[in-house]
């Protein structure tokens, strides 16, 4: 079945240094979507990416759509510490059914 | 406010006991459900689609004798983990969808199975 990997698993950065997650999948995707989880808390959704090479920015998140719909990329610049937590990307099935395929996941830890 | 809401928020129950764990949809109605298990430090799974007023579509490993997903309202499922066993103990979530691309998840309900 279809695997979404992101890199890293884990980024511990000082604050005011910029993030980066990216994010693999095994087959095309068909739409990506984002996903913020603080620690103890639900998803919340930031952002849908669904055309090929599309980037779109959200304040200091820049989000990037592969141009082969296979990977998508999420970049924070000077990060803040209220950016901790876990981001998501995820293939969203759209249309009749709103499923969702998530990424493993980059937990993000901002020091002080 | 929440949009979906989940209850309980914590529950803690009894090996061999049933635990009922409802999702609502507050301002729209919603045909569609997902629920979803999270273990600790990982990520989401799927492990059905709840569709109101017909059976659940459980993703590939999901007993569905033991995960019971019931839809009988457009506003309203319930997930039932029948048995609990320790190995059940996790963090379930739904999520539900107004139309169109947005999805909102509800606050989850985290379960420990003693």
């Known amino acids: 079945g279809q695997q979404v990997m992101q890199i890293p698993q884990y980024q511990h950065v000082q604050e005011g240094e910029d993030f980066t997650t990216y994010c693999n999948s095994s087959?095309?995707?068909?739409?990506i979507q984002w996903y913020k989880q603080r620690p103890g808390g639900h998803p919340v959704f930031l952002i849908q990416l669904v055309k090929s090479g599309e980037v779109k920015k959200q304040k200091r998140l820049t989000f990037q759509f592969g141009e082969a719909k296979k990977n998508s990329s999420l970049h924070i610049t000077a990060t803040q510490t209220t950016d901790v937590g876990t981001y998501f990307c995820a293939d969203h099935y759209g249309g009749a059914t709103n499923k969702l395929i998530f990424g493993t996941g980059t937990l993000l830890a901002v020091q002080p | 406010g929440a949009v979906v809401s989940q209850h309980p928020s914590r529950v803690i129950c009894k090996s061999g006991t049933s635990v009922k764990i409802e999702c609502r949809s507050l301002?729209?109605?919603?045909?569609?459900m997902f629920w979803y298990r999270q273990f600790p430090k990982q990520s989401l799974m799927l492990m059905a689609t709840?569709?109101?007023?017909?059976?659940?579509?459980?993703e590939q490993g999901v007993e569905k004798d033991k995960f019971l997903i019931n839809h009988a309202s457009l506003t309203l499922s319930t997930l039932t983990v029948t048995s609990a066993h320790p190995e059940d103990s996790s963090f379930y979530i739904c999520s539900a969808s107004p139309g169109g691309d947005t999805i909102y998840f509800g606050e989850g309900s985290w379960l420990t199975v003693v």
């Open positions: 301002d729209f109605q919603a045909t569609t």
């Open positions: 087959t095309t995707l068909s739409n």
């Open positions: 709840s569709n109101e007023g017909s059976k659940a579509t459980y």
